[in-house]
């Protein structure tokens, strides 16, 4: 209950739809339970062969019936408007929390895994929120109303109907406890299909090139299987609930029926004050039905409401200080100062000291696993140290806000990464004011500008989900486009003509140099040949700065460099 008093939180907002909801919610059921006493009236004038009051009756429920459906038409709508509001404001809540996370947080969580929980999870919440603002508060006012008028009527026959009611509330409780058991393993093997078919698919190359579509096709239908079988086992409770409640209150109603009877024969009640309980109580069956139906939906929310709320609860490990300040304008001067890192108790980084002068254009290189790439990262604030401290124009990168950071740094990855849209939305990634001479301008100078004319819609091509309509070579450019149009004060470049021709590149490699100047440029370098004209080559191994020096020292000292460069170069030769 304590998750879905956080939810209604979310309620807020929309009180007045709330409140309106609630006067119409009073209307349907003043109007359902004047329908009984009209049902008793009109069989006591048909006894009385009175037929002006019998038309009487008959026109005053038709016209109940015409209030209560204008009155039921609000209460739909209205409870129908806040709960999918709520959905939406929760579902965007989700979004923004994990657009939040850090780094570290996506390297534990599956991708299908967090969609699973965004979408099917919130998708079985909006089932939950409507079902309880549409059906269980209606639901269960109209059952007190009618509970506090057949106690009016005859509170003989009232308690009689009660009798069964203890036994039809513990079989619901004990059913919707098993119900949200089993509700987590549908919601987590659902989890588990999703992130099946999310890492399969987007690795469609990867599967047909190995021959294992055969082999993921049948991993697939074992996993739609095991959730086939835990639905079930649901659905094998759901159909024992229903029979057994049914017949409790077949038990209840012959008991009536037969101590009516009773009372008529004793002369103790009359049979209009008997009609008038029985219609009563016949109204009472589908508020009774629905109230089962939707606590049993009730309870599988709550499974998802835990899965949701989880991922709420996670703090991002890398966030703003307390008292952050805005980054002025950079002039780009990097200092790392006994800096160290490590993944859990992997250590990556060990006492790196490091300083990158404005302008500056440095190369880190080393064999995989180095902690190049770490490094980068560092400078990003994805992870903080976990000693030392990195400073930007002497200032401590923990100590101003991340927004005014990393908006004042581009990077060109080496696995270009596109957004489905066109090529004019994914150069100006990032960018909410630019223009069109500004876009054209950057394509220009990373050599994608001829290219993007001669398609038929020129910027406006889509480019397809992740930039699959374009070769490695045009994203590569496109995403060098977008790092030019940022016009950063710090540039990073991960090997950033990797995926280009060698006529291509050497026209990159042009615009690219003519873009670092006046700003300091860290390179990953994995060809060696790429980096000759850098100011500074910094060699890392194991974690550490072992070598630095420009290209022509390096090679003189007969270092790890040399030995990298003699590698790369035998296997060229």
Request: net charge neutral; glycine share 6%.
């Amino acid at each position: 209950m304590q998750q879905y008093r956080r939810l209604f939180k979310f309620l807020k907002p929309y009180l007045p739809q709330v409140l309106g909801g609630a006067v119409c919610t009073l209307f349907v059921t003043l109007s359902t339970l004047a329908i009984a006493p009209l049902a008793g009236a009109a069989f006591n004038a048909i006894g009385e062969k009175d037929f002006f009051w019998l038309n009487i009756a008959a026109i005053s429920i038709i016209g109940l019936y015409f209030v209560k459906g204008v009155f039921l038409y609000g209460q739909d709508y209205l409870s129908s408007y806040t709960a999918n509001r709520v959905i939406i404001d929760l579902r965007e809540k989700v979004y923004a929390s994990l657009q939040g996370q850090s780094l570290d947080f996506y390297s534990r969580w599956h991708t299908g895994e967090l969609i699973s929980r965004l979408m099917n999870d919130i998708n079985m919440l909006q089932t939950t929120v409507l079902v309880v603002f549409a059906t269980f508060i209606p639901q269960a006012v109209l059952l007190l109303g009618l509970l506090g008028y057949v106690f009016w009527l005859n509170w003989r026959l009232s308690l009689l109907t009660l009798i069964s009611l203890p036994l039809i509330i513990q079989v619901i409780r004990m059913f919707g406890s098993e119900i949200r058991h089993i509700s987590e393993g549908v919601q987590q093997k659902t989890a588990d299909i999703t992130t099946h078919a999310q890492e399969t698919i987007s690795q469609i190359r990867v599967v047909k090139s190995f021959t294992m579509e055969e082999s993921e096709v049948k991993h697939f239908h074992a996993e739609n299987n095991r959730a086939f079988q835990i639905t079930m086992k649901a659905v094998q409770i759901l159909s024992t609930q229903n029979p057994v409640i049914a017949l409790l209150q077949s038990i209840a109603a012959v008991a009536i029926v037969w101590f009516g009877g009773m009372q008529i024969i004793n002369g103790d009640l009359t049979l209009p004050q008997l009609i008038s309980f029985a219609t009563a109580l016949g109204i009472m069956t589908d508020p009774g039905s629905n109230l089962s139906r939707s606590f049993t939906i009730f309870q599988q929310g709550m499974a998802s409401l835990k899965r949701v709320f989880e991922l709420l609860d996670i703090e991002p490990s890398i966030k703003d200080t307390p008292g952050a300040a805005e980054l002025p304008p950079l002039q780009g001067k990097i200092e790392f100062h006994n800096v160290s890192f490590a993944y859990e108790q992997d250590k990556v980084l060990q006492n790196i000291n490091l300083t990158v002068q404005p302008g500056e254009s440095v190369a880190l290189v080393g064999r995989t696993g180095s902690g190049k790439s770490t490094l980068i990262n560092l400078i990003q604030r994805f992870y903080d140290p976990t000693a030392g401290k990195i400073l930007v124009d002497g200032q401590d990168l923990r100590q101003v806000t991340i927004h005014s950071l990393r908006s004042q740094m581009a990077i060109v990855p080496q696995e270009t990464a596109l957004f489905s849209g066109t090529i004019k939305d994914n150069i100006s990634y990032g960018q909410t004011r630019t223009t069109e001479r500004e876009i054209r301008e950057a394509a220009i100078q990373a050599n994608i500008h001829d290219f993007i004319e001669g398609l038929p819609n020129g910027y406006q091509t889509e480019v397809g989900e992740r930039g699959t309509k374009l070769s490695g070579g045009e994203k590569q450019r496109i995403a060098i486009a977008r790092a030019i149009l940022r016009n950063p004060k710090i540039l990073i470049l991960d090997e950033a003509t990797s995926s280009l021709d060698a006529e291509t590149e050497s026209l990159i490699r042009d615009a690219l140099e003519k873009l670092m100047k006046g700003r300091t440029t860290l390179i990953i370098a994995h060809r060696l040949s790429t980096i000759e004209k850098v100011n500074k080559i910094v060699v890392l191994d194991d974690g550490a700065i072992v070598e630095s020096g420009t290209h022509l020292e390096l090679l003189a000292q007969g270092g790890l460099y040399q030995h990298l460069h003699q590698i790369q170069f035998k296997n060229k030769a």
